[in-house]
């Protein structure tokens, strides 16, 4: 198993550019089942998951080849309805070809899903979503088989704001017969995303970003090529660590208006933000303020996937700081590794109650998933002596070369 091995105490200096999105990609991959023609996707990023996904697209039929940063993926043949167990079960996202495969071929064939062990994450709101629209479905052994002989658009209210859910059910909508309303819909960035691909191959849906989105069905799609959006989770971990390690950094092809609810809080702590049309400037000179508060929400609310590396920052920032994960359950395994490099940090429940001291201290740590492994490996830059962060196969998940991204802006890390 890899490693990263990092000395500790550099501030980070320079520019770094943000790779496309990983939940975009993956999400867009799912939806390229839908498209009865040739799809090109530009700037394809290196992560592991969304190598997997294409692995499980070529399985389904889909021809897939790579030229450069670019992936074409010619979906005509696509005729095999089941999505194969090993790799079902290695990626989340695999659940979010339920809805394309159902729509394109009518039956579908997927296990539950793998991904980061962060909580007991259901699917319950996938499976009553599909069902409102036609779906029988049949649970058995682990997996989850589904027929439709007639997908028929209806309105479906979430009872949660699921992102997977609201990707799942507007995917399934689009070839469905007739109107799909999907009410309490999931506003992230990356389902409008999805929604501007499928429409890009002549989808018709409207309102992804707001709570109600309208999916008319359409008999089929075509063609097309798409640039999905910038990773804004990776945006905000490059961000992180510029104010953990101190510096100046210039985070270069992202929108700030994604990230807005961490930039607010940069802010108030004192950082030192230019924004510009793509990029973000941070600049740090002093010791940090603690944030005061931190709270997961779904979006704009500040996102589940920045609480590991934003906990690392208050844990050398001045003042006390109390995180409350919301969305899952068990997205703290972090802080007990976080304890053993000299942060002061008490738990109870979903929360984490975080005192600053002056800095870490290296030691040996686990990145338990993938966000934990990015907030290890900013912890084990800001702190004294070296620190060797294990199981960062988590990290190659959702990160293109972390190490190598951070070695660039002045961090000193060995993957070995
Ligand atoms: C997506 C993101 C993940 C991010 C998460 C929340 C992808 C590939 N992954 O995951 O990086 O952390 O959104 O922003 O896009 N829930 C249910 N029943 C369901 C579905 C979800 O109870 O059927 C609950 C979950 O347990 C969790 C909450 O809803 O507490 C949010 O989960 P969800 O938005 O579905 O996350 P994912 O789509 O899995």
Redesign the pocket.
Known sequence: MDKFVINGGKKLFGEISVPKA??SY??ILAGCVLSSGVVVLHDCPQFVDVSKMLDILSILGAKVKKRDRDVEIDCRYISNYKVPQDLARQI??SIFLLGPIIGRLKKALVSYPGGCDI????????LKGLRTLNVEINEKFGMIECEAHELKGNDFHLD?P????TENIMMAGVLAKGRTRIFNA?K?P?IVDLQNFINKMGGKIIGAGTDTIIVEGVESLSSCEYTPMADRIIAGTYLLAGATCGGDILVKDVKACHIYSLLNKLKDAGFDIKIKSDSIRLASSKRPVSFGKIETM?YPGF???MQPQALVLQTISSGVCIVTEN??ETRLKHVPELVKMGANITMKDRMAIITGVDTLYGTEVCSTDLRAGAALTIAGMQAQGQTVVTNIHNIDRGYEKLDEAFCKLGADIKRV
Do not use: M, Q, W
């Open positions: 990983k939940n993956l999400a989340r996202s909580g007991s994450r259901p699917i319950d709101l996938h949660y699921s992102v997977g859910a999931a992230e990356e779904p996102p589940t996937d969305l899952f």
